[in-house]
């Protein structure tokens, strides 16, 4: 018979794993519980970054052997990269990509929301369409615009009833036209972007500031230049800093509607970081030219995010 | 003059209204019209890809294409007796979209799950910092392809080669490195929206920190949880760059394989191009239209909201 002290201080054996999760459990070390295998994850790539400035100095070929058996080739790679002229060409190429199409994309994107603003029926018919070719696989998007500019293409057709002649031109093959081709697709895909942030931008300014400009005589050019263009800024920042960013890395598209063609004329730098690697086999070349890139966009990315940071700041004190 | 100054008035909105309307049409059109040429390409037969003046709708409808994809030929390389002239053989699309399946899902899982997690101690500990959501959005804005040629050459050290060269894993890793960031930044934007005194409320009743993770949190950011999911497969399904560069000879992506029938020698394969597009795609705008919600907080990794 068990004595009463024995049954009144009874406790169920504990399991190991039942301490191990107590143990989990304390705040001190639950809040480093998905940290850890997140920064493991970064360590087991760190490794990676080291290596590109390494590459970059070495001479390594895809097809030659390991890249730890390649020579040391000093700092020839960055002379060779920043001589060359395709290199050159395809930031270019990059900056008019990025440049041209997310201005051209907020501008529709602005008008487009201002219009689904105006219109009373059919409004979430119309952006629930406008959102189809944001979820487009990239590639796929690529194709598509190869085959509506192809030489029997819709596009061509277009342009034969508009003049009323054959017009029967490999849109492709054109110096001009390929890059029109590449922003074309990249307005096609992400005007929808600009559309659905200022909608959501659109839809959060209150009334009361428009009522009052509307009781002072204000007109509607007005209102929407003092007063909805203001209200918009941190929307319309962050828009146009994040599309500007993810425009810098295109390369789907570019592959698959000109293949950087004619000749190089139409390379993105992602392209040409990837030809010269992979298809002429000059990886310690492109790392290079990674390398180049990388602290690039660095640059970018801090001006960007620091802009985005006061817009974001700016919403979240309730000043907008 | 009341009565037309509101005629004016009317007659002006009823312009703006219509001209609105007309310019949403012609967007429309442009929206669709790709998207229309695809898949009325996928049922053309050869001579009706190239013709002039286009087909738009195709005068003799087939589904060759589809056959064609759809099979398996030896070696899973594709259907061998293709009945398109000209072409030795027709790229399979289904190998590829079993590993797009198995690589989307595993990764985008991982993401999910520990980027959830990690917003969570973000959100409520400041785990790593102020500036750590911030860190982890920087690898997100890297171009993939700054990625690509050092994790090459990283993921042929010896030590790996087999698990990670041309592999699931050595995709799955990428992936989860490059979505993690978007998981964080989403589920954070739902965290936030989770009001800290019920977890308090449910921590003063007793309840360990298991229990209130499985009986409040999960419970509310339920929908969270299933819209970070798809946004990442979304993305992890359409990713191109690493998977062309990291695999591609034994591991074959949807995207590399669609990319495939551009380079053939054997001309150009149009109508199994547009019908591989058109099957790739069905999933993701099922899937977009199941969040298109929050897709404005997805883009903008939870910085707008609607």
Do not use: C
Not at chain 1, 28 to 46: D, E, G, I, N, S
Not at chain 1, 144 to 152: L, P, Q, R, W, Y
Not at chain 2, 32 to 40: A, C, N, R
Not at chain 2, 280 to 298: C, E, S, Y
């Amino acid at each position: 018979m068990a004595t009463p002290e024995l049954v009144g201080n009874y406790t169920p054996p504990v399991s190991a794993w039942a301490r191990f999760i107590r143990w989990a459990s304390r705040d001190r070390v639950f809040k480093w519980v998905p940290f850890v295998p997140t920064q493991a994850l970064f360590m087991f790539m760190m490794p990676a970054f080291a290596l590109l400035i390494y590459l970059s100095f070495i001479n390594w070929r895809l097809t030659r052997g390991d890249w730890w058996e390649a020579g040391y080739y000093a700092v020839k790679n960055f002379g060779r990269v920043l001589t060359d002229e395709r290199f050159v060409g395809s930031i270019g190429n990059t900056l008019l990509y990025a440049f041209t199409s997310v201005p051209v994309e907020f501008v529709l994107g602005l008008l487009l929301a201002l219009a689904a603003q105006k219109i009373t029926r059919g409004r979430s018919f119309f952006s629930g369409i406008f959102l189809v070719p944001m979820m487009m696989v990239p590639v796929v998007v690529g194709y598509n615009f190869t085959m509506i500019f192809s030489e029997a293409g819709p596009f061509n057709q277009l342009l034969s009833f508009l003049t009323g002649s054959d017009v029967r031109v490999n849109w492709l093959a054109d110096f001009v036209m390929s890059k029109v081709a590449i922003i074309l697709a990249d307005i096609w895909q992400w005007t929808a972007f600009m559309f659905l942030m200022l909608m959501a931008g659109l839809t959060g300014i209150p009334e009361e500031p428009i009522r009052a400009a509307k009781i002072l005589g204000a007109n509607s050019w007005q209102i929407f230049w003092k007063i909805t263009l203001p209200m918009l800024k941190p929307v319309i920042t962050i828009a146009i800093v994040l599309r500007l960013l993810e425009t810098l890395k295109v390369f789907d598209t570019v592959l698959l509607i000109t293949g950087g063609g004619p000749g190089t004329s139409s390379e993105s730098v992602a392209m040409t970081i990837y030809k010269v690697g992979w298809e002429y086999n000059r990886i310690s070349r492109s790392a290079a030219m990674a390398l180049i890139v990388f602290f690039g966009t660095m640059v970018m990315v801090f001006i960007g995010f620091w802009l985005v940071r006061r817009q974001q700041r700016a919403i979240e004190e309730g000043l907008v | 003059m009341a009565q037309a100054y509101g005629m004016t008035r009317s007659r002006k909105s009823f312009f703006a209204k219509t001209s609105s309307y007309m310019f949403l049409l012609f967007w429309l059109f442009v929206t669709l019209f790709p998207i229309f040429w695809m898949v009325s390409t996928s049922f053309k037969p050869p001579q009706e890809w190239f013709a002039w003046p286009p087909i738009w709708i195709p005068v003799e409808p087939t589904i060759n294409n589809y056959e064609e994809i759809l099979a398996i030929g030896p070696g899973g390389t594709g259907s061998e007796n293709t009945k398109l002239a000209g072409a030795q053989q027709v790229l399979t699309a289904i190998l590829p979209i079993r590993d797009s399946l198995i690589v989307a899902i595993i990764s985008s899982t991982i993401a999910v799950v520990l980027g959830s997690f990690l917003a969570y101690t973000i959100s409520r500990y400041q785990t790593g910092g102020k500036r750590y959501p911030y860190i982890l959005l920087m690898i997100r804005m890297m171009p993939p392809i700054v990625i690509a040629v050092p994790v090459l050459a990283y993921f042929s050290l010896p030590w790996w080669r087999g698990a990670l060269h041309d592999n699931y894993l050595g995709l799955i890793l990428p992936y989860v490195l490059i979505t993690l960031p978007y998981a964080v930044w989403l589920m954070l934007s739902f965290m936030h929206e989770i009001p800290r005194e019920l977890e308090n409320a449910a921590r003063m009743m007793g309840a360990g920190r298991i229990l209130v993770m499985r009986k409040v949190i999960i419970p509310l950011i339920r929908p969270g949880l299933a819209v970070t999911f798809i946004f990442t497969f979304i993305l992890n399904w359409s990713e191109f760059l690493l998977a062309y560069t990291l695999a591609g000879q034994k591991l074959v992506t949807v995207t590399v394989q669609l990319s495939q029938y551009e380079a053939a020698d054997v001309g150009r394969l149009y109508g199994p191009q547009a019908a591989f597009g058109t099957i790739a795609i069905i999933p993701l705008i099922i899937l977009g239209f199941m969040i298109q919600k929050h897709l404005v907080t997805g883009f903008s990794f939870g910085m707008v909201r609607k």
